[in-house]
């Protein structure tokens, strides 16, 4: 089916307690990793009005626990044509080149950016030049970083200070559950739960003329991964349910040096860096033999999905429940300077990685795709926009290159920004209400209250919320039936697994009206069961093996049928609609956007464009 099909609205969203307060605001950012908080900062330096909402503290999503660094071409020797060759090469055929190259081009300069913001990274101590490293699949070393393997905690901390020191609004502990439109169908704000201490109906509303999606991955969607336990796809459930295309969501990297902590383990598991391998350590089974030399002109260091599938291959081969990592060459010192919180993590399950292996296996990672996004990072609902892991920008293709994912969420952040600051963030048009929207609710504490209902409006939620024990049986029947080795029966059995969920809670509702009392735990499970309905029908309907997508009866890449992207979008039926692009391009982005409209009497929107503007770009 061709892509150019627009896909309807969806008229869907999370049943929930109508919102007892509300804020204003020029631009609203959901999520507090380096993708959020660039936006937050670019935007409030040319005095845009901002509110950064985070599902946590601002310090504890994703980019908190990268380890391995960021990659860029800041060596001698090395160029962004380079970065690019390398960052395609992984993204198996997939990746917009166009994409590709605005992240390697503008990269250097925003770590540079970002360095100027505070952000401290090793450096010699002798000449002050910032120490490179190298990763999977880079043929250079290109990757800076901080803390020897805690990275993210330092980018975090450079740029929540700046954030603070900014005096940016900022909403913690607060679940978004849906977003908000105006009588255009443009993005007006979301809804969202603040998860405040014996407050149990905390629903309120923040509403502004640009909304941001930085809300991380989906990596609790599987039983084991080295995400945090926010990470249940929100972004993306919530870009689907307001008519959003998303994209390549089949394409989950797992990462193929997880601590392995047994059979039954679940949840966030420790994360043993790449870097480890960049240094030098070798993959070995139970005997002591490298398995990957030969498999791979890279060996250890070939891209992830080649590595996750040559430790699984051998794990099958040998009815081993892991494989080795073996570092002991790099002696005490190394491992306390370079190493010093894998070390510590290893010590703390009984592991010394200083005189044996390390156990480990794959585990689910990152989302290479996401919400579909053009090169400004807007996505296909006027005024909603979409960067870091929850969007799919172009550059990962099938499988993201080591430490591109910090640096897209720079690069794209700051085009974000500077989308947003110098054409105008339309606000809600307070003008023609209608039956629906609900009457403006003083703000706790809130510097301003609205003076009038905004003609903004969400979904009606009358769909039924899965349990909170219903999250685990979702991560189980994924981990079965979607993990690292996939197949047609197991991807059908999941998918109808999956159904069985959905329809059984759909029908109790209907027969009984009962459902789960709405609530965090609740919202979360029912956000897992969407996102892993959407991952598993894209899944089923690639037909081939690609990057990190490996389906087992059908082992090789088909590019004449299969180099093309699958869009889904959510129908106000609740059913999926998965169609395939017609070529490994996104189809061109076309939407015309009304003129800005105060958001209150004597609101002046940030800036204010005067005449209707029509977008177009040929990437997504």
């Given at each position: 089916?061709?892509?150019?099909?627009?896909?309807?609205?969806?008229?869907?969203?999370?049943?929930?307690?109508?919102?007892?307060?509300?804020?204003?605001?020029?631009?609203?950012?959901?999520?507090?990793?380096?993708?959020?908080?660039?936006?937050?900062?670019?935007?409030?330096?040319?005095?845009?009005?901002?509110?950064?909402?985070?599902?946590?503290?601002?310090?504890?999503?994703?980019?908190?626990?990268?380890?391995?660094?960021?990659?860029?071409?800041?060596?001698?020797?090395?160029?962004?044509?380079?970065?690019?060759?390398?960052?395609?090469?992984?993204?198996?055929?997939?990746?917009?080149?166009?994409?590709?190259?605005?992240?390697?081009?503008?990269?250097?300069?925003?770590?540079?950016?970002?360095?100027?913001?505070?952000?401290?990274?090793?450096?010699?101590?002798?000449?002050?030049?910032?120490?490179?490293?190298?990763?999977?699949?880079?043929?250079?070393?290109?990757?800076?970083?901080?803390?020897?393997?805690?990275?993210?905690?330092?980018?975090?901390?450079?740029?929540?200070?700046?954030?603070?020191?900014?005096?940016?609004?900022?909403?913690?502990?607060?679940?978004?559950?849906?977003?908000?439109?105006?009588?255009?169908?443009?993005?007006?704000?979301?809804?969202?739960?603040?998860?405040?201490?014996?407050?149990?109906?905390?629903?309120?509303?923040?509403?502004?003329?640009?909304?941001?999606?930085?809300?991380?991955?989906?990596?609790?969607?599987?039983?084991?991964?080295?995400?945090?336990?926010?990470?249940?796809?929100?972004?993306?459930?919530?870009?689907?349910?307001?008519?959003?295309?998303?994209?390549?969501?089949?394409?989950?990297?797992?990462?193929?040096?997880?601590?392995?902590?047994?059979?039954?383990?679940?949840?966030?598991?420790?994360?043993?860096s790449e870097a480890v391998r960049g240094e030098g350590a070798y993959l070995v089974d139970a005997d002591g033999v490298r398995f990957m030399k030969g498999q791979h002109e890279l060996a250890e260091l070939?891209?992830?999905?080649?590595?996750?599938?040559?430790?699984?291959r051998r794990m099958l081969e040998q009815g081993a429940e892991h494989m080795y990592l073996d570092a002991r060459h790099f002696g005490a010192r190394m491992w306390e300077h370079r190493f010093p919180t894998i070390l510590a993590a290893c010590r703390a399950h009984g592991i010394d990685p200083v005189t044996e292996p390390i156990p480990v296996a794959p585990a689910a990672h990152y989302a290479s795709g996401?919400?579909?996004?053009?090169?400004?990072?807007?996505?296909?609902?006027?005024?909603?926009?979409?960067?870091?892991?929850?969007?799919?920008?172009?550059?990962?293709?099938?499988?993201?290159?080591?430490?591109?994912?910090?640096?897209?969420?720079?690069?794209?952040?700051?085009?974000?920004?500077?989308?947003?600051?110098?054409?105008?963030?339309?606000?809600?048009?307070?003008?023609?209400?209608?039956?629906?929207?609900?009457?403006?609710?003083?703000?706790?504490?809130?510097?301003?209250?609205?003076?009038?209902?905004?003609?903004?409006?969400?979904?009606?939620?009358?769909?039924?919320?899965?349990?909170?024990?219903?999250?685990?049986?979702?991560?189980?029947?994924?981990?079965?039936?979607?993990?690292?080795?996939?197949?047609?029966?197991?991807?059908?059995?999941?998918?109808?697994?999956?159904?069985?969920?959905?329809?059984?809670?759909?029908?109790?509702?209907?027969?009984?009206?009962?459902?789960?009392?709405?609530?965090?735990?609740?919202?979360?499970?029912?956000?897992?069961?969407?996102?892993?309905?959407?991952?598993?029908?894209?899944?089923?309907?690639?037909?081939?093996?690609?990057?990190?997508?490996?389906?087992?009866?059908?082992?090789?890449?088909?590019?004449?049928?299969?180099?093309?992207?699958?869009?889904?979008?959510?129908?106000?039926?609740?059913?999926?609609?998965?169609?395939?692009?017609?070529?490994?391009?996104?189809?061109?982005?076309?939407?015309?956007?009304?003129?800005?409209?105060?958001?209150?009497?004597?609101?002046?929107?940030?800036?204010?464009?005067?005449?209707?503007?029509?977008?177009?770009?040929?990437?997504?």
């Open positions: 089916m061709s892509s150019e099909k627009k896909p309807a609205a969806a008229g869907v969203a999370l049943r929930a307690p109508a919102p007892g307060w509300a804020v204003e605001a020029d631009v609203v950012v959901v999520g507090s990793g380096v993708a959020g908080l660039t936006v937050a900062l670019r935007c409030a330096a040319e005095g845009a009005k901002v509110t950064v909402v985070t599902k946590a503290r601002l310090d504890d999503g994703s980019t908190r626990w990268a380890q391995g660094g960021i990659a860029a071409a800041l060596g001698e020797g090395d160029t962004p044509e380079q970065h690019l060759d390398d960052t395609l090469v992984a993204g198996a055929g997939l990746c917009d080149e166009a994409a590709v190259r605005t992240l390697a081009t503008e990269g250097p300069d925003a770590v540079r950016r970002l360095i100027g913001t505070g952000a401290r990274f090793d450096a010699d101590d002798d000449t002050g030049e910032i120490l490179l490293t190298r990763e999977g699949g880079h043929h250079r070393r290109r990757i800076v970083h901080a803390g020897g393997d805690a990275t993210g905690a330092e980018v975090s901390r450079a740029l929540v200070e700046a954030v603070r020191a900014a005096g940016i609004e900022t909403v913690e502990n607060a679940l978004v559950l849906d977003l908000l439109k105006d009588a255009s169908g443009r993005a007006a704000g979301v809804t969202l739960h603040v998860m405040g201490e014996g407050r149990h109906d905390g629903v309120g509303a923040v509403r502004a003329g640009a909304v941001v999606l930085a809300t991380g991955g989906m990596g609790q969607v599987f039983s084991a991964t080295t995400n945090p336990a926010v990470s249940t796809g929100d972004g993306v459930a919530l870009a689907l349910r307001a008519g959003a295309e998303v994209s390549d969501l089949e394409f989950v990297q797992f990462h193929p040096t997880v601590l392995w902590l047994g059979p039954e383990a679940e949840g966030q598991q420790p994360l043993v070939a891209p992830r999905d080649i590595v996750a599938k040559g430790i699984l996401g919400v579909r996004t053009d090169l400004s990072g807007r996505t296909t609902v006027p005024g909603l926009y979409a960067c870091g892991e929850v969007a799919c920008t172009g550059v990962h293709g099938a499988n993201r290159l080591a430490s591109n994912s910090l640096l897209e969420g720079l690069v794209f952040a700051e085009r974000i920004a500077a989308d947003i600051t110098s054409a105008g963030t339309p606000t809600a048009d307070p003008t023609t209400a209608d039956a629906t929207t609900p009457e403006a609710l003083e703000a706790p504490e809130a510097p301003e209250a609205p003076e009038a209902a905004a003609d903004v409006t969400a979904a009606a939620g009358d769909g039924p919320l899965l349990p909170p024990e219903a999250r685990y049986t979702i991560q189980r029947i994924m981990t079965a039936g979607a993990g690292v080795l996939r197949s047609a029966e197991s991807l059908a059995r999941a998918a109808a697994q999956l159904e069985r969920v959905h329809g059984e809670a759909a029908e109790r509702l209907r027969r009984d009206g009962k459902t789960a009392e709405p609530g965090v735990e609740s919202w979360e499970a029912t956000n897992l069961l969407l996102v892993a309905r959407a991952l598993v029908a894209a899944a089923l309907r690639r037909e081939e093996t690609r990057g990190c997508h490996w389906r087992e009866d059908r082992p090789d890449r088909d590019d004449p049928a299969w180099r093309r992207h699958l869009l889904v979008t959510l129908r106000p039926d609740d059913t999926l609609d998965v169609r395939t692009t017609e070529s490994e391009a996104f189809p061109a982005t076309r939407r015309t956007i009304p003129p800005a409209r105060s958001a209150r009497p004597g609101h002046q929107a940030f800036p204010s464009p005067t005449t209707p503007r029509t977008e177009t770009e040929s990437h997504p």
